[in-house]
């Protein structure tokens, strides 16, 4: 693939390419968002370095690709709902997206994509892993590939946001709302297909996914795990050091992610905009 206005090299065989040539601040062109656009559907996620965006420049990217989510369950910034900030202070142990996922899977319209910035990192850990789920689904036999692409399965936000959530209690840096409305439940295709790529990828993930259509948890739960597992094998992977002013950008319908949290008693602290997406096929 040629590009006319930025520069564009992979990180990795899986997925993932940096992107050069280009300052965000300069409110890109249809032409560079186009190719930017091209860019994240060839690669699944794109990186940039160096960039200085104020939150009104962060959220006006962002709106380039689709309108912006508000968070239902994290507060935005005070001035700017659109922007929640992921942060992490040297006296806490959890921090937020820890664990394979992709974002806002429990919504009817789950996000298109995430544009994280980088405003202060570790000196050492909280890169963030994302795992290419094409190569997930083309990479299981043509039985289980059959029999998942007739299959739908549940998404809620209860495990990260309800009134039991796994280790809310330890996360303190950022105002998070933990409710019964998170215990809703949304169905999604186990295998979808990208509107853009046209391609078939997997989308369940152990972040939101909580059984299959029909089934109970018990049921659902062996296959739920193979997947997961399978899903962010090796060598599906790619895995960013942030600097401060890096941005990722990824493709939610494509990809998983994790934030690694391996950087105990240092500050980390990221801006994402989420891009509203289309209900899954
Ligand atoms: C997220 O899941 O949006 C957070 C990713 C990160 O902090 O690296």
Request: hydrophobic residues 35%; contains cysteine; proline residues 4%.
């Amino acid at each position: 693939m040629t590009y006319r206005t930025i520069s564009v090299n992979k990180i990795s065989g899986a997925l993932g390419a940096e992107v050069s040539g280009i300052d965000l601040a300069q409110e890109p062109d249809d032409n560079v968002i186009g190719e930017i656009r091209k860019a994240l559907v060839e690669n699944c996620v794109i990186f940039f370095r160096g960039q200085r965006l104020t939150p009104e420049q962060h959220i006006a990217f962002g709106r380039r690709f689709g309108e912006l989510q508000i968070h239902d369950f994290v507060d935005g910034m005070n001035r700017h709902p659109e922007i929640i900030e992921v942060r992490k202070e040297p006296d806490e142990m959890r921090n937020f997206g820890g664990g394979w996922h992709s974002d806002v899977s429990y919504l009817e319209r789950p996000a298109l994509g995430s544009v994280l910035y980088a405003r202060e990192v570790p000196e050492y850990g909280g890169d963030t892993m994302f795992a290419n789920q094409y190569l997930a689904y083309e990479t299981l036999s043509e039985g289980l590939k059959d029999m998942l692409g007739e299959m739908r399965a549940m998404h809620s936000a209860r495990k990260s946001y309800g009134v039991n959530a796994v280790g809310g209690q330890f996360k303190r840096a950022m105002n998070i709302r933990y409710t019964e409305e998170a215990h809703a439940e949304v169905d999604h295709p186990v295998v979808r297909t990208h509107v853009e790529s046209g391609r078939k990828c997997l989308y369940v993930h152990g972040g939101f996914t909580t059984r299959f259509q029909d089934m109970t948890e018990e049921e659902s739960a062996p296959l739920l795990h193979y997947l997961y597992r399978h899903a962010v094998r090796p060598e599906f992977t790619c895995r960013f050091r942030w600097e401060k002013g890096s941005i990722a950008f990824w493709d939610n319908r494509c990809v998983q992610h994790n934030a690694i949290n391996d950087y105990h008693g240092q500050r980390r602290v990221m801006h994402r905009v989420t891009i509203e997406g289309e209900r899954p096929v």
